[in-house]
């Protein structure tokens, strides 16, 4: 079982930058694929970015060029860097971990992120 904590979300005017944080439980967070996904209101929950066990990234193209993930296996945290925030970036943001970056396994409660124009 593997516990996920957000945390940095907040409210912030366009154009501003947000960094969240994720902490994973348990002792074998660098095995799993950790991913941030977003749902803004009457909208689906959308995967935002992935990294893999490995390193490699992946990025929703609404946030490629302007969004980083990053992940520090010491620390079981993986980090979400938001530069040139849009008010359309606004949702409530979830960390997620899995074997495989689609189809997480484990989810945290989840961060608001409020842009406004």
């Known amino acids: 079982q593997v516990q996920l904590v957000e945390s940095g979300g907040g409210l912030v005017q366009a154009g501003g930058s947000l960094r969240l944080s994720c902490v994973a439980s348990g002792s074998t967070f660098s095995s799993y694929d950790m991913d941030w996904f977003r749902q803004a209101p009457g909208k689906q929950r959308e995967l935002v970015s992935a990294?893999?066990?490995?390193?490699?990234?992946v990025y929703s193209d609404s946030v490629k060029g302007r969004f980083t993930i990053s992940r520090d296996n010491a620390k079981n945290t993986v980090y979400l860097q938001m530069n040139s925030l849009k008010p359309e970036d606004t949702a409530v943001y979830y960390c997620?971990?899995?074997?495989?970056?689609?189809?997480?396994?484990?989810w945290g409660q989840g961060t608001q992120v409020t842009v406004s124009s």
């Open positions: 990294i893999r066990s490995g390193g490699s990234t």
């Open positions: 997620a971990a899995g074997s495989v970056y689609y189809l997480p396994n484990y």
